[in-house]
């Protein structure tokens, strides 16, 4: 029989985060968000251990749109230091954290501060779980969103194997309501897709018609993720829904 939790989302506002607090209610779980528009800042540990308090456990998937690795390194150190320090002092019995496949292949960039975020999670006291995903679905739209010049779209060549947004917040909802268990089977999409035609259709979904060039993006993360090192290992979790269902549910 399940149990119901009271389960704290840190970037509970963001594109996995909203579908993890919908995922914990429909489980019957209380939710509490963490965010800036909620009051409560990570970077600075403002507000964090007041909305912690009666928290049976915190699933952590805020995140920073950067590609500058010391401004990663610093973003995630740091809300990483605020979580874990105030979970124990709320007595939060469990955190469970969001990382990225292949983050120690390409540690570079934005995957420099996941790495960091992992390390320190990792050699903390609290009891803890990291999931590594690989991208969502939904990265098709941060890409086309976040990757321009001036007015113009870009689509970054890399290769990808994306999931929905959707299972990770399930799976990270199960996470949450267990036991803490270190590193888990990393979860993965169903097929491996190509970043810049993800884009593309995203656009056309969406109704954009300008001509979105494909762009070899010249930095250390692009180049690893154009190598394949953001691919998932034979072992990882398959999830179920592929790109193109995405797309065609937009
Ligand atoms: N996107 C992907 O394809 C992907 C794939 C695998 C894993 N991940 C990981 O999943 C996590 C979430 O990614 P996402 O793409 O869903 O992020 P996102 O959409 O950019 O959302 C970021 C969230 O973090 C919150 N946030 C930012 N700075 C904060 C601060 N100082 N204090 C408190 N909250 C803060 C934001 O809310 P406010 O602005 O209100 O503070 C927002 O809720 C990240 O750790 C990322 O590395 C992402």
Redesign the pocket.
């Known amino acids: 029989m399940m149990v119901a939790m009271r389960i704290a989302i840190?970037?509970?506002?963001?594109?996995?985060?909203r579908r993890t607090v919908t995922a914990a209610q429909e489980a019957g779980h209380e939710t509490v968000v963490?965010?800036?528009?909620?009051g409560?800042?990570?970077?600075?540990g403002k507000g964090l251990v007041a909305a912690l308090r009666g928290a049976d456990a915190v699933i952590?998937?805020?995140?920073?749109?950067t590609l500058n690795g010391a401004r990663a390194v610093e973003?995630?150190t740091a809300?990483a230091k605020h979580l874990l320090a105030a979970a124990e002092s709320a007595g939060v019995g469990h955190v469970v954290?969001?990382?990225?496949?292949g983050i120690d292949r390409v540690p570079h960039d934005?995957y420099a501060g996941?790495l960091a975020?992992e390390g320190v999670v990792a050699a903390s006291a609290s009891p803890w779980t990291i999931l590594?995903?690989?991208?969502?679905h939904?990265?098709a739209a941060?890409m086309f969103d976040r990757a321009k010049a001036g007015p113009l779209h870009l689509a970054p060549v890399a290769r990808v194997q994306?999931v929905a947004?959707q299972e990770?917040a399930e799976r990270l909802v199960a996470l949450a309501a267990g036991s803490p268990q270190g590193r888990v089977t990393d979860l993965a999409g169903p097929q491996e897709e190509r970043l810049s035609e993800m884009v593309r259709a995203f656009a056309r979904a969406t109704g954009h018609r300008g001509w979105i060039p494909a762009l070899r993006v010249p930095t250390r993360q692009m180049r690893g993720m154009r190598a394949g090192g953001v691919l998932p290992g034979p072992d990882a979790d398959r999830g179920r829904q592929t790109f193109s269902e995405w797309i065609a549910q937009l």
Not at 10 to 17: E, K, Q
Not at 34 to 38: G, N
Not at 60 to 65: E, F, H, K, N, R
């Open positions: 840190a970037g509970g506002t963001g594109t996995v985060g963490l965010s800036r528009s909620h409560v800042d990570l970077a600075t952590d998937v805020t995140s920073i749109a973003f995630f809300t954290v969001l990382s990225i496949v934005y996941k975020q590594r995903a690989t991208q969502f939904e990265f941060q994306p947004a990770v």
